[in-house]
C-alpha cells in the first residue's frame, strides 16, 4: 500500500534550518510528484512547494523562495524539505503529499506530518 | 495569488442531514483544477474530490462537488457520525496553489 512516511518532530532555534525527509513506498517513487504543505497550530493549510522525484526540478512558493530547498535520494525513495534561516512563524506541522500530475498542490496520499518547533 | 473564501466558518447539523459546503474564488479557477479534503484532529488532509467533482479513490458516493469558475461547492448527502471534521478547498491550478481557511462541520 502507498506510505509516506515522514521524519520525527523537531525543535530549533530562530536563525538556524531544519531538514524533515519524507520516505515513500508502495509505489514507483519516480512516477509522482511530492509536494509540501504546512499548517501552523490551529491555522490553515499552506503550499510550500515540490519537487519532481525523477528529475529532482522544484517549484517553490514564492513566499518561499531562497529560504527553502527540497532534494530527493531515489536509492531511498526519500524526499527532503530543508528550510533556513527559521523564524517563529515557521512554527507548523509539515506533511508531504503525492500528486500523480504536475500541479500546484494535489495530494492523493499524505505523510503524516512533522512538526517543526522554532522557540528560542 | 488565488484568494478562496469558504463559508459558512462554521455549520452545526446532525447525523443524517444533508450538508452544502461553499467555496468561492477571488478569480477564475482554471481547468476546474480545485479540490475539497477532509481533515480531523491530529490527522493529515484527506482528498475527496478533485477535478471539482471527480471523487478520490475509496470516498463514499455520499460526497459530491460542483461547480466551475469562481464558485464551488461540496455536498455531502446524508451525514454519517464520522463526516464531522474541518473541510478546506484547494486550487491547484496557478502557483502559488492556495487553500480556503476551512469550514468546520459539527454535530448540532
Known amino acids: ?120 | 495569488e488565488i484568494v478562496l473564501t469558504q463559508s459558512p466558518g462554521t455549520l452545526s447539523l446532525s447525523p443524517g442531514e444533508r450538508a452544502t459546503l461553499s467555496c468561492r474564488a477571488g478569480q477564475s479557477v482554471s481547468s476546474r483544477y480545485l479540490a475539497w479534503y477532509q481533515q480531523k484532529s491530529g490527522q493529515a488532509p484527506r482528498l475527496l474530490i478533485y477535478g471539482a467533482s471527480s471523487r478520490a479513490t475509496g470516498i463514499p458516493d455520499r460526497f459530491s462537488g460542483s461547480g466551475s469558475g469562481t464558485d464551488f461547492t461540496l455536498t455531502i448527502s446524508r451525514l454519517e457520525p464520522e463526516d464531522f471534521a474541518v473541510y478546506y478547498c484547494q486550487q491547484y491550478g496557478s502557483s502559488p496553489g492556495t487553500f480556503g481557511q476551512g469550514t468546520k462541520l459539527e454535530i448540532k
Not at chain 1, 56 to 66: D, N
Open chain 1, 1 to 120: 500500500q502507498v506510505q509516506l512516511v515522514q521524519s520525527g518532530a523537531e525543535v530549533k532555534k530562530p536563525g538556524a534550518s531544519v531538514k524533515v525527509s519524507c520516505k515513500a513506498s508502495g509505489y514507483i517513487f519516480t512516477s509522482y510528484y511530492i509536494h509540501w504543505v504546512r499548517q501552523a497550530p490551529g491555522q490553515g493549510l499552506e503550499w510550500v512547494g515540490m519537487i519532481n522525484p525523477s528529475t529532482g526540478s522544484t517549484t517553490y512558493a514564492q513566499k518561499f523562495q531562497g529560504r527553502v530547498a527540497m532534494t530527493r535520494d531515489t536509492s531511498t525513495s526519500t524526499v527532503y524539505m530543508e528550510l533556513s534561516s527559521l523564524r517563529s512563524e515557521d512554527t507548523a506541522v509539515h506533511y508531504c503529499a503525492r500528486d500523480e500530475g504536475y500541479s500546484y498542490g494535489l495530494g492523493d496520499y499524505w505523510g503524516q506530518g512533522t512538526l517543526v518547533t522554532v522557540s528560542s
